[in-house]
């Protein structure tokens, strides 16, 4: 008689314990979703702000101001499995979603997948960083993939909505390699793409003028040469391809001369932007493997640039990408860290106020 009184309180304590380890620790159908984080925020306390976007993982944020709106065009991490290595393997993301707010502080949208990698039909793996543009009627997302050779080529693809989906060109941009695509419009309708990333970036590959396959995984060879240069070239006025010769972005120190591959915190490595402020040109950029944020001025779009410093120091991560945005008289950082995940290859994106100093400067930020 016991056993049988027994038998309903077992079964009542099995669907409890059930229950509360589902909710506690996440059934397993609730994790098939790679690219979704399925915690919460742990920890809030430390960091400057707070992620944008809590649902998936997010990275390398570029930020435009189309028809008033913030848009933002993010890499989208997923955990595929890959050991984490220097060529940056485990970065293996395969889509893009888009986001909108109408003001920093507001709500956040995400508009869904605006290019996946199977839908671009030169591309092999490893859809990196990417960028957008506005012009003639049209919106542009520029980004690096390997092509199926496991080179890096850096394609566009078109919509006429800033929100997508946007629809790949058949071929990559003649001429074009490497990672970290920035498109920057100046007052006179000229556009620039600045171009190129070390080591995982492959740009060491092509310091010959061609793509050496076996050739440095680094860059850190001749540490007493100049360093390798972000790349320019001025665009076509169809936005789709490269108007004349890819260009080496000159950095040089406060006494012309330029920075060496041995100096670690202040040459360029990847993550470029460019914004203008008081006629002036900001190149800005990621040191990599020292994980600042660097700025240099210059008078033109396409350089020589002055290095002036430090503007952020390094995020929680291996390293950081960002953009910078004005509206409305206020200027933004977008970047990313390691907040929700505390793995370096799953980054959340954030925003922060950026502000010029009375000389010209920017104010240096603890994220």
């Known amino acids: 008689m016991s056993n049988l009184n027994e038998a309903p309180q077992r079964l009542l304590f099995a669907i409890t314990v059930v229950i509360f380890s589902c909710s506690t620790f996440g059934c397993k159908n609730a994790n098939k979703k790679e690219a979704k984080v399925n915690k919460p925020v742990v920890q809030t306390k430390g960091f400057l702000s707070q992620p944008l976007v809590t649902d998936i993982y997010t990275a390398d944020p570029s930020a435009h101001i189309f028809n008033g709106k913030i848009y933002i065009y993010p890499s989208h991490d997923i955990d595929a499995g ?22 920093v502080g507001g709500k956040i949208t995400d508009h869904g997948v605006g290019l996946d990698i199977k839908d671009i039909p030169w591309a092999g793996r490893q859809l990196w960083a990417p960028d957008a543009a506005f012009k003639n009627g049209s919106y542009y997302l520029y980004f690096p993939v390997k092509d199926k050779k496991d ?27 490497s990672i970290d695509p920035a498109v920057f419009t100046d007052g006179n309708g000229d556009s620039y793409m600045y171009f190129g990333g070390i080591w995982g970036g492959q740009l060491q590959r092509w310091a010959s003028g061609s793509y050496e396959a076996n050739g440095s995984k680094t860059d850190l060879q001749d540490p007493n040469k100049p360093a390798l240069s972000c790349k320019v070239a001025k665009m076509t006025k169809d936005m789709l391809g490269f108007d004349g010769p890819v260009k080496d972005v000159i950095i040089v120190d406060s006494n012309g001369k330029q920075l060496l591959t041995s100096d670690h915190d202040r040459r360029f490595f990847e993550g470029s932007w460019m914004h203008k402020y008081n006629g002036k040109y900001y190149f800005s950029y990621s040191t990599g493997d020292t994980h600042f944020l660097a700025y240099a001025v210059g008078d033109s779009p396409m350089g020589p640039f002055t290095y002036k410093g430090v503007f952020m120091e390094p995020v929680q991560g291996w390293t950081t990408h960002h ?3 004005e509206q409305k008289g206020k200027w933004y950082i977008f970047y990313h860290d390691t907040q929700l995940s505390g793995k370096t290859h799953l980054r959340n994106i954030k925003v922060t106020e950026i502000k010029h100093t009375v000389d010209g400067g920017l104010e240096l930020i603890k994220p």
């Open 82 to 103: 890959i050991p984490e290595n220097d060529n940056g393997d485990h970065f293996d993301m395969r889509d893009y979603h888009i986001f909108s707010m109408d003001s």
């Open 151 to 177: 080179v890096f080529r850096i394609g566009v693809a078109t919509s006429k909505s800033p929100a997508g989906p946007f629809k790949a060109e058949a071929e990559p941009i003649k001429g074009s390699y």
């Open 323 to 325: 953009s910078i945005v």
